[in-house]
């Protein structure tokens, strides 16, 4: 068709333009072929340009003679430009698609650092989509995760990950067809990817902080309560899943307890479930090893714990046991309400469940040290309590009625014995020191008024003894015997350090105990300064407080007086 447009429009112009320049039209149509089509379709162009130039335009004019040297060299001539044409093409071809190339790489890589190095995907994809709109001279971009509402205002790429719709990108609708076609075929693809792996990062990110933060709390010996709630917490935002829980499996191997959970309002904290086949508890606890059970809503048990997740709107879960000593202690057990969880879960659950070995490996090595310090304790002050009642009611008894005796032989004495009067006496008065000496003995070790009345009559008598004024509130009620030993053992120990090393003018003791935890506050004017750790007074109310699971604060600044802030919990003591 390029030949014939050729041919014709020569035809019209050999009025006025000699033959043999018209070539120039022929060769025109070549360069345009050979540099738009290729080489190959431009080299036939030129054949047949050759042929028509021949044939319409060298005399004789309707003759076809190839015989000619002049052919030949218009021939050549039109090989060359072809050859030429196309190799600039191709050429001009490389460069722009390396340019392209390049500056698409350019992209990538920026679209790239934005994503991947910002501390949080929700706060790079803003700054992705405007260098985006910068890049491809839009006038504006967006780049949105999830569903998204219906917008007439701008088209949307969809974004895919792993074969799922994971969000749009979004831009103006009356983009021209060659920016469209660079979105779709290019920028779509390198953004998927690249967002894929900034979800990843951002998810070994949050697994790993989730995780730390876990371990902080093993490490700063938080109560397994609190553990287990932390992890049905992490494991839910972090998967995420709509519920989440920790369960430990009951002696009886037949009934589960939520030990810990996370949005799962209709099995509380503390409730009780039995172990119903088609559960994922009750196949964990079969299996011991990790299980899936999909298709929830599709079972035909209509126990109570099967009712209660199909009711949560519960389609799948997932569970991993707990394994401590040997044994299945319980399981993490992760649900999802759509779609079921992806299938790394169980390998990323099992992370979870060795801080929950270590944290229940950690609570039971506490239990047992703290169960041994208080049965030392408690044989300290029963010792105690043994050698002050020998004192008060053997060698106390015995010298007071010594003592009475050798009055009595004193005031028989006639008063030529006056002399040996005065040696008596001054024998009675000695034993009367000695006497006092091992009443105070008796009260160190344990005082019998505490024994007889209770912590608030030995503590007013404590505070009268005391060479630092006292001023207390009490309100305990009646507490069990070792914890009143506790409170006045700690009692005593600040009032004389009060005493002795505050300089203090007054010492505030309030205590007060409600159903589950007996509260002592210690505070006096002195000079502070106390170093816990040093003084085998504060060591010794430590390992008291602590031997019975209870807690010690103590603030000494220089110049700002000590306090003392002890909370001890009593439930089931009282």
Known sequence: MCVAAETLLADLLKQITPERSLGILYLLGIVIVASVWGLWLGMATAMISTLAFDYFLIPPIGSL???????WTVF?????????????SKLARS????????????????????????????????????HLAEALELTSAAIKLGPLPDDEHRVAFPLHGDGVRIGALLVPPDLPRPTQRRLRDRVVPSMEVLLQAARERQRVADEQAALRRLATLVAHGAPPSEIFGAVAREVGQILPAPHAAVIRYEPDDVTAIMVGTWKTAMTPLGSRWPLEKGSPAEAVARTKAPSRVDGIQATVGTGRLLTTLREMGITSAIGCPVTVGGRVWGAVIAASTSTPLPQDTEKRLLDFTDLLVAAIANAEDRGKLQASRARVVAAADATRRFIERDLHDGTQQRLVSLMLHLRAVESTLPAELAEFRGLLSHTTQTLDEALEDLRGIARGLLPALLSRAGIEPALRALARCSTVPVELDLRTGELAEHLEVTVYRIVAEALTNAAQHADASVVHVDLAADETTARLSIRDDGRGGADPDRGRGLIGIRDRVEALGGRLEIASPAGGGTSLLVEIPIAGDR
Do not use: C, N, W
């Open 65 to 71: 003679t190839l015989d000619k040297a002049e052919d």
């Open 95 to 130: 460069l722009a698609a390396e340019a392209d190339a390049r500056e698409e790489a350019d992209l990538s890589a920026e679209l790239a650092r934005i994503l991947l190095h910002a501390p949080d995907l929700s706060t790079a994809q803003p700054a992705a989509a405007r």
């Open 76 to 88: 050549a001539i039109f090989i060359a430009v072809t050859l030429l044409a196309g190799s600039i």
